[in-house]
């Protein structure tokens, strides 16, 4: 899918504050610094449209762009961010899981893990909430600019063997990088395909 236009809407503070649509929409979500926003720079082509930082807690609201004036991305707040008050992180649990739970229109979540740790207890939790809740999710693994293949396939053999624990069938995974621009097409063609599914259900 060509990116044509990608405009930033709105910030928002709640799910009720949100754009409202029934445009087809696409959450990005994983811990602070990640990687998110830049992932959605790289995706659209463009350098500023999310606000990328290496302080982590850079995005605090939830962000709406609009793309290809068809659909939508929303840049969610980072959790686990080590330094962030108990009063922030249940403010975030708040705004993320609030908007998960009840946005109409999202259809698919890509949840943001950092291809060079090993499996973190925060992300493989949030994962589980996320099936317990059965909110569509991938897996997007970031940052692999940073590794070797083989160091990307030990740490995602890692992730898959804890994860059987609890899937019965694991969740999609992409290999994605801000830096190389790995994994674009496999996410635009995954938006692309799903939108026109959307469309069909909607006749
Ligand atoms: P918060 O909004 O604070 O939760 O962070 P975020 O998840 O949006 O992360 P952000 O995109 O701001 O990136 C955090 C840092 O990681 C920045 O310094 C980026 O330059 C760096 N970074 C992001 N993606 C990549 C990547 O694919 N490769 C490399 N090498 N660095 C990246
Ligand atoms: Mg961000």
Redesign the pocket.
Known sequence: MQIKSAEFILSSCSNEKCPRTSCPEYA?I?????????????LVDKKNL???????????MINHFFINEGWYIA?L???G?AKASKDQRSKWDKVSRGYLHKRQNLLTTFV?VDSRLVPQQIDIDFMEWMGEKEIPFIVVF?????LNHSEISQNIEHYKTIMKDFWEELPRFIM?????K?GKEEILDFIEKTNKEYEEFKK
């Open positions: 990005f994983g811990r602070s610094n990640v990687g998110k926003s830049s992932l959605i720079n790289m999310a606000k990328t930082s290496s302080t982590p807690g850079k995005t605090q840049d707040p980072g959790y961010y943001l970031t940052k692999t600019d940073k994605t990088s801000a830096e190389n790995a």
